[in-house]
C-alpha cells in the first residue's frame, strides 16, 4: 500500500505507474508476460509509460506530450513484428540466437530513415524502443537489449531550418481546405508542436484575451498571444459549427502530418517537419523584436532559458507580434 500512497499525485495519465509499482516482482513477470501472449497492446502501453515514470530522467513529471508520443513509438514498434522474419517481442529477429536482436533492431531503424521518416521522428521512436526493451528486462520477461548498439543517423541541417515568409507564403496559397490553413497557422503563428496543435481545445482558445492558454512541454503553462492572422484564422474555422472539443477536431498527429506534407510538396516547398513551422515563428519573433528573451517567452523554451540571462524582457511582445509573425494579415 505505501507505494500507491507514494505514487498517489501522479496525473491522471499516469495512472497505471500506481498499479504497476505496487506488484510483487514475480506477478508483474507474469503480468507482462500474459500481455504479450495475448497480444494486448493497452497493457503492454500501461506497463512501458509505468517504467518511464518511474525510472526515467523526469520520473513523474513526465510530460502528457511525452507520454502520447512514446505510446505512438511503441504502436510502430509493435508493427514491425508483422513478418516471421522479425521474430517476436522477446525474441527479436530471425537471428536472435547469434545477435541478440541488433540485426533486426538496426534495420528497424534504417527503414524508418530510408521511408522518409524525419530525423526527429526516427529519433523519439527509437528511444521508446529503447525504453520498452528497459521495461521488458525490469519485468523479468526477458534479457535481451537489441536497441543497445543502435543509433538514429544524424538530423540533416534542413530539420533545423524553419519555413521562409516566402514558402509560408506558397504553402499557405496551396490550401485548399480552412482546417489545413489554420494547422499551418497553428504552428507559424502561434509557434505550438504538433501534439500541442492536434491536442488544442476550444476552451482554451480566449477571443476576449487574444491568447491560446497551452500546456507545454514539461507542463508549462503558457499564455500565447494571437496574431491577427491566427486569431481571424480561428474566428473563421469556428463558425463552420464542427462540434469536436478539439480545435482540429481530434485530428492524431501522424494523420495530421500526412495531410501537411502533402500541402507542403505539392506547394513546391521542401517539407521540413511540422516543428520547422514553429522554427519560423522564433525566427519572425526575433526579427520583430531583437529579443532572445521574447522568443523565450513565446514558445515556452527551456533551451533558451539561458539566453534570457542576457536579453531583456520584451513587455510589448503582444503589440509587437499582432499583425502577424510570419505573415501580413489580409485586407
Not at 514558445?299 to 509587437?320: I, V
Amino acid at each position: 500500500m505505501h507505494h500507491i500512497k507514494k505514487y498517489s499525485s501522479l496525473p491522471p495519465e499516469l495512472d497505471s505507474v500506481r498499479t504497476w509499482a505496487s506488484l510483487p516482482h514475480d506477478v508483474r513477470k507474469r503480468r507482462v508476460a500474459r500481455a504479450i501472449s495475448n497480444g494486448d497492446h493497452e497493457a503492454l502501453f500501461g506497463f512501458a509509460i509505468a517504467y518511464l515514470a518511474l525510472f526515467g530522467k523526469k520520473g513523474g513529471r513526465v510530460s502528457q506530450n511525452t507520454v502520447s508520443t512514446y505510446k505512438t513509438g511503441f504502436r510502430h514498434l509493435f508493427r514491425g513484428f508483422e513478418t516471421p522474419e522479425s521474430g517476436t517481442l522477446l525474441r527479436p529477429g530471425a537471428d536472435f540466437a547469434f545477435d541478440g536482436g541488433t540485426n533486426w533492431a538496426a534495420n528497424y531503424i534504417r527503414m524508418m530513415e530510408a521511408n522518409g521518416s524525419a530525423a526527429a521522428t526516427v529519433s523519439v521512436r527509437l528511444s521508446a524502443a529503447r525504453c520498452f526493451y528497459a521495461a521488458l528486462r525490469w519485468s523479468g520477461v526477458t534479457n535481451a537489449d537489441p536497441f543497445r548498439e543502435v543509433k538514429a543517423g544524424k538530423v540533416p541541417d534542413c530539420e533545423f531550418e524553419g519555413y521562409t515568409p516566402d514558402e509560408l507564403e506558397l504553402i499557405l496559397a496551396s490550401c485548399k481546405e480552412p482546417f489545413t490553413r489554420l494547422s499551418i497557422l497553428l504552428g507559424a503563428e502561434g509557434g505550438l508542436r504538433i501534439s500541442e496543435a492536434v491536442g488544442l481545445e476550444w476552451t482554451k482558445v480566449d477571443f476576449i484575451r487574444r491568447e491560446l492558454n497551452v500546456l507545454g512541454k514539461g507542463r508549462k503553462k503558457l499564455a500565447i498571444p494571437l496574431s491577427i492572422p491566427l486569431e481571424a484564422e480561428l474566428r473563421r474555422f469556428r463558425q463552420y459549427g464542427h462540434k469536436s472539443s478539439r480545435v482540429l477536431g481530434g485530428l492524431r498527429a501522424d494523420a495530421l502530418r500526412k495531410r501537411l506534407v502533402k500541402v507542403v510538396k505539392g506547394s513546391g516547398v521542401m517539407w521540413r517537419t511540422f516543428h520547422g513551422l514553429r522554427h519560423a515563428c522564433g525566427a519572425g519573433i526575433y526579427q520583430r523584436t531583437g529579443s532572445l528573451g521574447a522568443v523565450a517567452d513565446f514558445l515556452g523554451h527551456t533551451s533558451l532559458e539561458t539566453a534570457k540571462r542576457y536579453a531583456k524582457r520584451y513587455p510589448q511582445l503582444a503589440e509587437a507580434i499582432r499583425d502577424g509573425i510570419t505573415i501580413k494579415p489580409t485586407s
